[in-house]
């Protein structure tokens, strides 16, 4: 299920940074925006590795699953929720 979202977001990563990144003027520059962000979340797997397996160890497998998929779910959620860069406050 995670890699569900990394795909789905590197499938959009063109439309993403023309909607966040619009100030940026130059469309390379903007991808690159959008896929240093995807990175950085790709490279915070590990620290939630460690603090979710020792979730796991003191109380089982199911409740480390279940709290991954509401966070992912919430999370995919505000991104969903965030306005873009034109749209006024």
Same mark, same amino acid.
């Given at each position: /299920?995670?890699?569900?979202d !990394?795909?789905?977001? &590197?499938?959009?990563?063109?439309i *993403?940074s023309k909607?966040?990144?619009s &100030?940026v $003027?130059?469309? $390379?520059?903007?991808? /690159? !925006?959008? !896929?240093? +962000?995807?990175? =950085? +979340?790709f %490279? /915070? @797997?590990? %620290?939630?590795?460690?603090?979710?397996g020792? =979730?796991g160890?003191?109380?089982? @497998?199911?409740?480390?699953? +279940?709290i +991954? *998929? *509401? %966070?992912m779910a919430? &999370?995919?959620?505000l *991104?969903g929720?965030l306005?873009t860069? &034109? $749209?006024?406050y």
């Amino acid at each position: /299920m995670e890699w569900f979202d !990394f795909g789905l977001y &590197s499938y959009l990563a063109v439309i *993403i940074s023309k909607n966040f990144f619009s &100030s940026v $003027q130059n469309d $390379q520059l903007k991808l /690159m !925006f959008t !896929f240093a +962000t995807f990175a =950085i +979340t790709f %490279l /915070m @797997r590990p %620290l939630g590795g460690i603090i979710f397996g020792k =979730i796991g160890d003191k109380y089982g @497998r199911k409740v480390v699953l +279940t709290i +991954t *998929i *509401i %966070l992912m779910a919430f &999370s995919t959620l505000l *991104i969903g929720l965030l306005p873009t860069f &034109s $749209q006024p406050y």
